[in-house]
């Protein structure tokens, strides 16, 4: 069982395992066909004023990930769902931002691991 984050437009790898866009957005100038998703959850992805609100900004990391971890209790399905995939195997989370290292994508995957304990 484990989580990885990874930049959707890297190409796949079949160490990646299962693929999970959480991206509200299609990635742009991506086909389905290049992108390998196997799992596109919009309804975890952040809401469009959340995602516009925080616009990258590393001085707002720690409120945005309240704030979205506040959105992910409201899909407790959608969240039960992809911690049951984790469990069976790897799961990658895809996401399409420039910023790698304060995204949605690292966010889910620490708001994830916590309910996989």
Do not use: C
């Not at 959340?50 to 590393?58: A, G, I, K, T, V």
């Not at 409201?74 to 990658?92: E, M, N």
Request: hydrophobic share 40%.
């Amino acid at each position: 069982m484990s989580l990885a984050v990874k930049r959707v437009y890297e190409p796949a790898s079949p160490s990646d395992g299962f693929r999970v866009l959480v991206d509200r957005l299609w990635p742009r100038g991506l086909t389905k066909a290049d992108a390998r998703v196997d799992l596109w959850v919009r309804e975890l992805s952040p809401t469009t004023g959340l995602r516009q609100w925080y616009r990258h900004d590393p001085e707002k990391w720690p409120e945005f990930r309240r704030r979205y971890f506040a959105e992910l209790d409201a899909q407790p399905d959608a969240v039960k769902d992809l911690v049951a995939r984790a469990r069976r195997g790897r799961v990658t989370l895809l996401f399409s931002s420039k910023e790698e290292r304060l995204n949605n994508a690292v966010a889910i995957r620490e708001y994830l691991k916590r309910r996989l304990r």
